[in-house]
């Protein structure tokens, strides 16, 4: 063997080629992936991602390229040719069969069913056990699949790939049916996958996710790995999103005009504190100007967004709108001094995803569409209809019910809800969590635009890119307190984390 720092690739793919008919999904695709590690595969829909995967599981066969394993090239014609080399996959379509119970769906086909005959008692005792490592006890091993949720019926494809001596897991896009709390389990049992020294092919579209759990990315665009095994921690956000995208670098943020300085402060928070969420955050943010807070999280950036939307009163420190002091505690004082707060968790908080798009767009202007003690909804529904045109949200439809839209069509309407009722200073918490690249891209362009039509933005991010490339100024924050504010051109990513583990060290 000669000397290499690196370890010995477990999973080799050279040059991998796959057409359908004169559909070309894959034009070459290039990546290796190491025993342990978090490898995650990047690229908007239809970049390639699922076909890949296929070809690694047995599902599809590659019309041109190689694949090895251990350093050994092979053929893998079948599912079953996969799983006898350990490598198991949970598609993006579930494939648990409804009718059938938990323990049948894991252990039919397998070494527990002879000829048809499933050794049950074996069964459901393994299939309890998997239960258990997987962080659900609950689920009973003869719970009939069709009534489990499908958050719950990918945790049986996961039980079902766990049943094999795996070396490699394929995830396509598991997140996408999971809330906050399951995606926690779930990287919960990828990080006890990885330790036992299991591969896992995590596929997504969320960068935040990414970030968390990845070790390093390949990325696909046109069905072309455009960047191929690097490592997460040396490529930021910027450069994905110019990856997957394929923008420059540079337009990615649409740039900062700059705010003068004879441009009039909008938004004054002085001494601001809550108990001991955190303590002493004074900033002034004048219209036009975008400033972005930075620290870790459970840091006290969404208290103190909240602190100055009077969702939350402050028991100290002063909030002012152009000169006027807002009360304490006072979402009234708030929304009449046309302050907006769009919040983190915009499925709980922000919008109301069983009303129309129009209910949700126009919440903040009832004033505006009230006719007598009635609504106007024609009324409601044409501005809403404009904002949604405005916002290239198509199609402009604005009487379908929230749930249905996307992430990022969920987040265009929260700030179609301000552009609608005029704001004067607008609170982003976590603008672009969950929400595709393409579409973090517009709502980039969609804050710059309500900045420059005088709007005093004040953003939170947990990606310190996003802040720096977004804001024109940053707050530093650790344990509460304002360690440090920079213009964003004075600072750059390593220079915030820095500051924030002195911070927090401190
Ligand atoms: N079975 C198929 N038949 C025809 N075209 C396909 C098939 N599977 C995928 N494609 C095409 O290949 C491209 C890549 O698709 P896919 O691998 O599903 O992308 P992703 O998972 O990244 O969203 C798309 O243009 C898709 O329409
Ligand atoms: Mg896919």
């Known amino acids: 063997m000669i000397k290499d720092d690196h370890p010995v690739s477990l999973l080799e793919v050279r040059g991998l080629i796959k057409s359908f008919g004169s559909a070309r999904a894959l034009q070459g695709v290039t990546l290796d992936v190491r025993p342990g590690e978090v490898h995650c595969v990047l690229g908007q829909n239809g970049a390639g991602k699922s076909t890949l995967i296929k070809t690694l599981s047995g599902a599809h066969q590659p019309d041109e390229g190689d694949i090895l394993w251990n350093g050994d090239k092979v053929t893998i014609d079948h599912p079953i040719a996969a799983l006898e080399l350990g490598i198991a996959t949970m598609y993006q379509e579930l494939d648990v069969v409804e009718g059938l119970s938990i323990a049948e769906n894991i252990f039919l086909g397998h070494e527990l069913d002879k000829g048809g005959v499933l050794q049950r008692r074996e069964a459901n005792k393994r299939t309890r056990a998997l239960m258990d490592r997987l962080g659900h006890p609950q689920l009973s091993p003869t719970r009939e699949v069709g009534t489990l949720s499908p958050a719950n019926q990918q945790i049986v494809s996961m039980a079902r790939a766990l049943s094999h001596d795996i070396k490699l897991m394929i995830m396509d896009e598991p997140s996408a049916v999971l809330d906050t709390e399951e995606v926690d389990n779930l990287f919960r049992v990828v990080e006890e996958l990885t330790k036992e020294g299991i591969a896992v092919i995590y596929i997504s579209h969320r960068l935040e996710e990414i970030e968390r759990i990845g070790d390093r990315i ?44 004879d441009a009039p402060v909008v938004l004054e928070v002085k001494d601001l504190a809550l108990g001991s969420h955190f303590s002493d955050v004074s900033l002034s943010i004048r219209a036009g100007e975008v400033v972005g807070i930075a620290g870790l999280v459970g840091s006290g950036r969404s208290e103190i967004m909240e602190t100055i939307a009077g969702h939350r009163k402050a028991t100290a420190g002063t909030v002012s709108v152009k000169g ?28 109301i995803l ?26 409601e529904r044409d501005a809403t209809a404009e904002q949604m045109r405005a916002l290239e949200l198509r199609p402009a439809e604005p009487n379908r019910i929230t749930r249905t839209l996307s992430g990022g069509n969920q987040q265009k309407i929260m ?35 309500l900045a420059a039509a005088g709007t005093a933005i004040l953003v939170v991010s947990s990606e310190i890119d996003e802040v720096l490339g977004l804001a024109d100024r940053v707050l530093v924050l650790a344990d509460g307190r304002v360690l440090d504010e920079k213009p964003t051109s ?7 984390l820095d500051l924030v583990m002195k911070g927090s060290a401190a």
């Open 218 to 261: 390949t990325v696909l665009k046109d069905g072309k790995s455009v960047a191929s095994s690097i490592a997460v921690s040396d490529t930021p956000t910027r450069e994905l999103i110019s990856l997957m995208t394929g923008r420059d670098v540079e337009n990615v943020f649409p740039p900062a005009p700059g705010v003068p300085d």
């Open 324 to 351: 006027t002091k807002l009360r304490p505690g006072s979402v009234r004082d708030a929304v009449d001094a046309e302050m907006g707060l769009a919040p983190e968790e915009r499925k709980s908080q922000g919008l």
């Open 354 to 379: 069983d009303e129309p798009i129009y209910r949700n767009a126009t919440l903040a202007s009832f004033a505006r569409f009230a006719r007598g003690p009635l609504l106007n909804e024609a009324a």
């Open 415 to 449: 700030l179609a809800r301000w552009l609608i009722h005029g704001t004067e200073v607008l609170l982003l918490d976590e603008p672009t969590r969950g929400v595709d690249v393409g579409a973090r891209v517009e709502i980039y362009t969609l804050i710059r635009k």
């Open 490 to 496: 004075e600072i750059d990513e390593h220079g915030v």
